[in-house]
């Protein structure tokens, strides 16, 4: 096989060695099944337990209470920019949405389409480095809902807290931070995560909504726009895409067994990233980072070069060291380590490694 490189990407993205293993050893014939996740049909035996493990897995990582649906859905992330508003904005009501970054930019366009949105917050004056204090949100207390980003994979800013909405349900685009930390799911009202980030390849996305938030669906929507559709039809409203879902669960298999849940992962998560923000805070302005200090994502780590001649250097000598696609989104630039779940730290400890020497060369 092929060497593995140290892969950077801000997603799809890295899986954990230990299931692509997995995977591989059983994709021609699953043990006691003897056909391939990829020819299975989502109405038999094997797949309802795949998806029983997957929804009970994630129930237990994220401790989530009695009165919440795991839904599986598709469209990625960006449906859920559309169905949102649709399902949970009713008429004449208006939204509350903090854009902290491109993702939640997209999220209000996409939503303004369906309904009134009112921008609480914005930090694009300075290109999205930043989050609001909890001083600087005045949310309108007849709000349907409340909606933020908690990670911005193109700027790299994350919410390690939740925004305090007040009793509006809180909902949250967790796409490219879902899992990498233990979350009060007692404070949303509906989160949702693509699955190509932090818990799988992609295909599938995970929404986990509150029960009385249903009731917000009406049967005019397309039904597989529905929430509670997905929600009687425990997802099985069409075929799912079942190797994603299986996937996702050796994935969350993984976080349960190998890691030891997501205490664990934050942990691992906050001493991954620090190792690199420590190299920018000590480069004496070499490195730039792009989020302030505070608001520092743990995912994507994000920072620039003294010019693009420098940039272009670093990442070719960081390729010939095995890790790859470190460049950031053009509306940044610069450079952006996405360091999920499953990278592993000999992978930041080498990016590290070559931060340092390039700085002493440069
Ligand atoms: N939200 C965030 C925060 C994302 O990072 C992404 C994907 N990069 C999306 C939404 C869109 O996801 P998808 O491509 O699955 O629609």
């Not at 892969?7 to 059983?26: I, T, W």
Request: hydrophobic share 40%.
């Amino acid at each position: 096989m092929e060497k593995r490189v140290y892969n950077f990407s801000p997603g799809p993205a890295v899986l954990p060695l230990s299931v692509l293993e997995e995977v591989q050893r059983d994709l021609i014939s699953l043990p006691g099944v003897g056909v391939s996740a990829l020819e299975i049909s989502h109405r038999c035996p094997w797949f309802d337990k795949v998806l029983e493990e997957t929804e009970a897995n994630l129930r237990k990582l994220l401790n989530v209470p009695a009165g919440f649906k795991v839904l599986f859905m598709q469209g990625g992330s960006r449906l859920q920019f559309a169905m949102v508003p649709m399902n949970l904005l009713g008429a004449g009501q208006s939204a509350d949405y903090l854009v902290t970054g491109a993702w939640s930019k997209m999220g209000l366009d996409e939503a303004k389409k369906f309904g009134t949105v009112r921008t609480v917050y914005d930090s694009k004056a300075t290109n999205y480095d930043r989050l609001p204090t909890a001083a600087e949100l005045k949310f309108d207390t007849a709000a349907a809902y409340a909606y933020y980003t908690s990670n911005e994979t193109i700027q790299g800013v994350q919410f390690l807290d939740e925004p305090a909405a007040g009793g509006l349900p809180l909902v949250c685009d967790a796409s490219s931070d879902f899992l990498c930390r233990p979350l009060p799911m007692e404070r949303y009202g509906l989160i949702y995560a693509c699955a190509q980030k932090n818990s799988g390849p992609a295909g599938v996305t995970t929404v986990i909504i509150r029960d009385d938030l249903l009731a917000r669906s009406t049967d005019m929507l397309p039904t597989m726009m529905n929430y509670a559709a997905y929600a009687k039809e425990k997802s099985l409203v069409n075929t799912p895409p079942v190797f994603s879902i299986y996937v996702m669960m050796l994935v969350t298999r993984w976080l349960l067994n190998d890691i030891g849940g997501l205490e664990k992962m934050y942990e691992r998560n906050k001493s991954k990233a620090k190792l690199l923000y420590d190299v920018i805070d000590g480069s004496g302005g070499f490195y730039q980072g792009h989020a302030q200090p505070a608001n520092r994502s743990l995912m994507n780590v994000t920072f620039k070069l003294p010019d693009d001649e420098t940039q272009k250097k670093f990442i070719k000598g960081a390729e010939a060291r095995g890790l790859h696609y470190l460049p950031g989104h053009r509306s940044v630039g610069g450079i952006r380590a996405s360091i999920y779940n499953a990278m592993p730290v000999e992978g930041v400890e080498a990016l590290r490694d070559w931060m340092l020497e390039f700085r002493k060369q440069g």
